[in-house]
Structure formats: C-alpha cells, structure tokens
C-alpha cells in the first residue's frame, strides 16, 4: 500500500508492506537517482537487528553506505550528538546531492532528520520507521527536533522525507511495552478522526489481532496523519488536533519525572481524563469515556495516572503550545470527531481536580 503527502515542491510517498526492508535500496534509488552516498542513522538495539540488512541492499543498489549508531534512548535527542553526526557524515565525504536514512524509532528519525535539515543546509532525508510510534506519527509530517537542557523538541526543523518506507515485520522484535505505547496514538486517531476505526481496535484489542491487520491500521494512521499535514503543515490550526490526551498526558510525563510514565502511557491516560472532561463541560457524549477506557485498559495502558493540582498547574503554565492565561484543550464531540476549546488555564484546573 502507498501513500502520498502533498506539499507544495516536496510531494513523498509513504510505502507500507511486510517484508520492504528487502527492497530498501531499489526503493531508495528510485527517488534519489544522483546520491552517491547514503549515511544510515540507527541506534544500538535497531542496530545490530536491522542495520547490515539495509546497509546491504543500499550497497546492492549502488550507494556508498556508512551506518552510523548512537545509544539507543531519548538521552541520545541531544546538541552533543549532533554534533557527533555532524562530524560522522563529513568525514564520510557527504555531499550537498548525498542523502540521510533513519532506520530507528522517533529518536533516531527526529535526531537524524534535523540533522539531514541543517548539515550542508540540508540534505535528502529518507525514514525507515522501526516502532509503531515512528510509524504511525513521527516519521509522517516533517518535524524533527533535539531536546535542550530547557525543554523536549526545543530545537528544530520542518524537514519532509523524500520517502517513508514502513515494514511492518519490524514491529514483530518491538518489546511489548514499547509496542503498546505505539498503540495510544493509534487510539487516538480513532478518537480524533474516525470512530468505525475506533471500533476496528476495540473488537483486536491483542498485539497478535493487531498484527494481523497491521498494514490497514498503519494505512489509516498514516493517512489521517497525511491528510491533517497537507492542511496545516507548520502547525498552526488543524494540525492541533493531534495534541488530543496530550496536554494532560504532558502533566502526568511531567508528573512522574518523564521516567514512572511512559509518553503511550501517558496519553492514554490523558486521552481519558480529556474524555471525562468533556462530560462536564456539555461536549463529550456521557457514554464515551467508558469506550475508551475500554479500550485503554485492554491494552494495558493505565486509564488515569495521579496528578495533583500543582503538577497540573506546572504543566499546563510550561505548555509550549499555550498562550497567556487561555490554553487550548483538544475535546472530543464524538467518538470520531475532536474540536479545540479554549479555556481558561484556571478553570481548566477546577475542572480536572
Ligand atoms: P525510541 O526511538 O526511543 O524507540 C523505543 C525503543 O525501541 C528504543 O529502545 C529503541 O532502540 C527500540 N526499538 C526501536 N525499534 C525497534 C525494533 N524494531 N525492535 C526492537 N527494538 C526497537 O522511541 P519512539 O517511541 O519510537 O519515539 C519517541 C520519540 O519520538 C520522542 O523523542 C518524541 O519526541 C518523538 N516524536 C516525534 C514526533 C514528530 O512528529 N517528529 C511525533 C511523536 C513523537
Ligand atoms: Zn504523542
């Protein structure tokens, strides 16, 4: 199955089929036909499972391969390692018409993207997705980011792949957490987006039904993704809907010290406490938290996390996304359709404690 996102000069296709790691190199020398030089960004559990498998077939199809692997971790989203890839890919002789593969989970394609942006000003940039949160949101949209010592994604760049290339057979060496922290922002596409996709889930809630229809779901993500970029690419209207669960999530990130929860976990659980908000506020439909909790907890994600009101308030103030005294919730009217409400960050405290 393909996909393609439409942006004004830079229009990319998204592949998604088992087993297309094997047909990496072809794929890429369809889209850059004068790269000489491909410098392959992985981390250290991609690394050793994927690693000489792509390397191998970008060689086969005639480019010069480095493969280049950081620690595996959010710690590796850094200015230092930038630095580190800046110096690999020069010593590897990248040139301006040479290209950068992210073959990892959002770290690696956030890292090596913003580093494919700015190093030369900017080369070709190609995501080989490994998680299924890398495949169903950070490798579609163009942003990539490091974190500073201020905060996560501080610094950063809206880079488009030329090309997405999703297998899903990689899921398969995921640990099961990490699999299921993927599966809270598939939830909540269904919850944004589209509510027969929300039932879909609802009847697998299994990795193994999952991965039965793992090539539809990743195309339905995928395709709401791409439909939400080509309207709002830099992130100023539409694309705001994708926070859904995600401020709140942030309080319990924050909460828990970014290490008790995990970013799935979090959302997941914010996604519910944004449902029950909307209960009270007259938005949300009184059945719906009950779905989606349903869901949540059959996937073992955790429906509420604790939170006490100084954490929201710390949250909420430090939100990037917000403004002045109002902030912006993503409330869902339906199980399938999310608008934006702005509230007074106040209020919104009352209301969730
Ligand atoms: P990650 O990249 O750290 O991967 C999670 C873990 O899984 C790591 O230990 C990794 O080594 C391992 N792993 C990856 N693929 C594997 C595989 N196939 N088999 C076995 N192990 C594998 O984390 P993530 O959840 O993929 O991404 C999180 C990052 O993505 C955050 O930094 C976040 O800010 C960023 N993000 C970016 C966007 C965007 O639009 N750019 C959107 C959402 C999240
Ligand atoms: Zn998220």
Known sequence: KSLTVSLPGRSYDILIERGLLDAAGVITRSVLLHATRIAVVTD????????????TRMA????????????AGETSKSLDMLGELYQEFLSFGLTRTDAVVALGGGVV???AGFAAATVLRGVDFIQIPTTL??????????????????????????????LVIMDPDVLDTLPQAVF???????????CIKDGDFFAFLAQRPDRKLLMDEIEH????????????????????????????????????ELAGGYERWSHGQAVAAGMCAAAHL?????????????????????LGLPTAIPCTAEEYAAAVGLDKKGTGNDIRVILLDALGHAIPRRMDKQALLEALV
């Open 44 to 55: 250290s559990n991609v690394g050793p499972i994927y690693a000489s498998r792509v390397a």
């Open 109 to 111: 394609g956030d890292l």
């Open 278 to 298: 909307g209960v009270k506020l007259g938005v949300t439909p009184p059945d719906l938290p009950e779905r989606l909790e349903g869901l949540v907890s059959a």
């Open 60 to 71: 086969a199809a005639g480019f010069q391969v480095k493969v280049i692997t950081i620690p």
């Open 133 to 162: 949160l890398a495949q169903v949101d950070s490798s579609v949209g163009g942003k990539v980011a490091i974190d500073l010592q201020a905060g996560k994604n501080l610094a950063g760049a809206f880079w488009q792949p030329k």
């Open 217 to 252: 779901i990743l195309f339905t993500c995928c395709d709401i993704k791409r439909a939400v970029v080509e309207q709002d690419e830099r992130d100023t209207g539409e694309r705001m809907l994708l926070n859904f669960g995600h401020t709140l999530g942030h309080a319990y």
């Open 180 to 190: 299921m922290d993927g599966m809270a922002e598939v939830v909540k596409y269904g």
